[in-house]
């Protein structure tokens, strides 16, 4: 849907709500995580919210990884919806999409492209300045705001 139906200055994402491990159709975890990645294709970030204390967490947590999203555990036992709450303040705003951080003078970085960047989160990018001399050494960010890329 998401494809077909592509909204300019929008910050799509995907959200998988599940109770367990999959139990009709493709239920090989591994097959599954093939094919979502395949179906996303990098476009979109995937966050995998589980309910419950049986949940394969690991699972969720790794196909979201994989997909640049992030998995949530919601115990039904307690506050859910508080819960849920709690997870769309996190990716209900998101302030920059298709983040790039450029560092001229610096070397074996750690990741530096993000999907998404939301309100009150944070990118963390290691790595070494080339000539050990912090003048020779500049950073900038490349990203969408609504409509328009900045470079800051």
């Known amino acids: 849907m998401l494809n077909q139906n592509p ?3 929008s910050a799509s994402i995907l959200i998988l709500l599940t109770d367990g491990d999959p139990t009709t159709g ?3 975890p591994v097959k599954i995580q093939k094919n979502v990645m395949r179906a996303i294709n990098k ?3 995937l966050y995998c919210l589980g309910f419950g204390h049986d949940v394969n967490f690991e699972f969720l947590e790794k196909m979201s990884l994989e ?3 992030v998995a949530r555990r919601i115990y039904d036992d307690t506050d859910a919806d508080r819960q849920l709450k709690g997870f769309y303040a996190e990716v209900a705003t998101p302030l920059l999409t298709n983040v790039m951080l450029i560092y001229e003078g610096g070397a074996n970085l750690t990741q530096t492209n993000f999907s998404h960047y939301y309100n009150g989160s944070e990118i963390v990018v290691a790595g070494q300045i080339t000539d050990n001399n912090i003048e020779t050494f500049s ?3 490349v990203a969408i705001s609504g409509n328009k890329r900045g470079i800051f």
Do not use: A, F, I
Request: glycine letters at 14%; aromatic letters at 6%; proline letters at 13%.
């Open 7 to 9: 909204r300019d200055g």
């Open 139 to 141: 950073p900038r960010v």
């Open 26 to 28: 493709e239920t090989n």
């Open 43 to 45: 476009k979109y970030p």
């Open 67 to 69: 997909n640049s999203g």
